[in-house]
């Protein structure tokens, strides 16, 4: 191969390579940043592309597609002294590639910071109670506190979503005791108050049965009355009625007397008219 043959398959190599380095195809969903003697020069978007080959060069491939970026977990103090975990996600989108790589050295940290810093600062206004409630009030707090500082950089936030809040150990062990005191205090005022309750029925039933007793009484007496007015009426005798009412009782008393368990034998006066007078006399 003679020296001349040599240098034009070199210059042919070199024209191929010049031109293969000047033409770009940039897949969907991204843009190429490029710049032509270190200065930005222009913004590839998806398609075919030609540039000037060691005069310009793509000095960054941005994403345009959703990104999900992860904020690490942190712990964060509530108003009331509570200490939270709390770790989030973010889905930004780049709307303007020249301002995400120079408006930042690292828009991806640059978010993740500003979301864990939001969150202290949004969070430690509540409290423990307000705080483990309210994902949907932090989300939409966090969303609008950062949204407008992202937009310097070329970014939209989409959205900001808490994947977890929850107590430290220490605080679930606290919050398990305080729950568990709360069960056990409930218990008593429930068992106080059946007790209650039913020492009250209890009292209304004692009251209700001497009222009947006490009505009872009174119509034992009433019809006791009667009778001896109707006895006195029959027979015209004052201590008729008395005796026959004494005999009636002495009666029922001596069968009283012979139903128990321990009474063998009962011995009944002959002449109980005699005895009843006896027990007149005696009253007298």
């Not at 770009?24 to 978007?45: A, D, M, N, S």
């Not at 973010?90 to 020249?98: G, I």
């Not at 009174?218 to 009426?233: D, F, Q, W």
């Not at 009944?268 to 005696?282: E, T």
Request: hydrophobic fraction near 45%; proline fraction near 3%.
């Amino acid at each position: 191969m003679t020296g001349g043959q040599f240098f034009t398959i070199v210059l042919v190599a070199f024209a191929i390579l010049t031109i293969m380095r000047g033409v770009r195809i940039v897949p969907q969903g991204e843009e190429w940043v490029v710049e032509r003697l270190g200065k930005y020069f222009g913004t590839f978007l998806p398609g075919l592309n030609f540039m000037i080959p060691y005069l310009d060069r793509v000095s960054s491939r941005v994403i345009t597609k959703d990104i999900m970026l992860d904020v690490p977990q942190q712990e964060v103090i509530t108003k009331d002294n509570a200490l939270l975990i709390v770790n989030a996600i973010a889905f930004v989108k780049v709307t303007n590639p020249v301002k995400a790589v120079y408006g930042i050295v690292n828009f991806a940290d640059g978010i993740r910071n500003l979301i864990m810093t939001a969150l202290r600062s949004i969070v430690g206004e509540m409290e423990l109670d307000v705080a483990l409630s309210s994902r949907d009030k932090i989300k939409a707090r966090l969303r609008e506190s950062i949204a407008e500082e992202v937009m310097d950089w070329g970014l939209t936030v989409k959205s900001v979503e808490i994947q977890d809040i929850k107590p430290s150990a220490s605080m679930q062990k606290a919050m398990e005791m305080q729950a568990a005191s709360e069960r056990e205090r409930k218990a008593m005022v429930t068992k106080a108050e059946g007790e209650k309750q039913s020492m009250i029925l209890q009292a209304d039933a004692r009251l209700e049965s001497a009222k009947r007793d006490a009505e009872a009484q009174v119509t034992l007496a009433t019809a006791s009355s009667e009778a001896i007015k109707k006895v006195a009426e029959s027979i015209g005798d004052r201590d008729g009625p008395m005796a026959y009412l004494l005999g009636e009782k002495y009666i029922k008393m001596l069968e009283k007397m012979s139903g128990t368990t321990n009474g063998k034998f009962v011995i009944i006066p002959a002449d109980i008219q005699d005895a009843v007078r006896g027990l007149l006399s005696k009253a007298k």
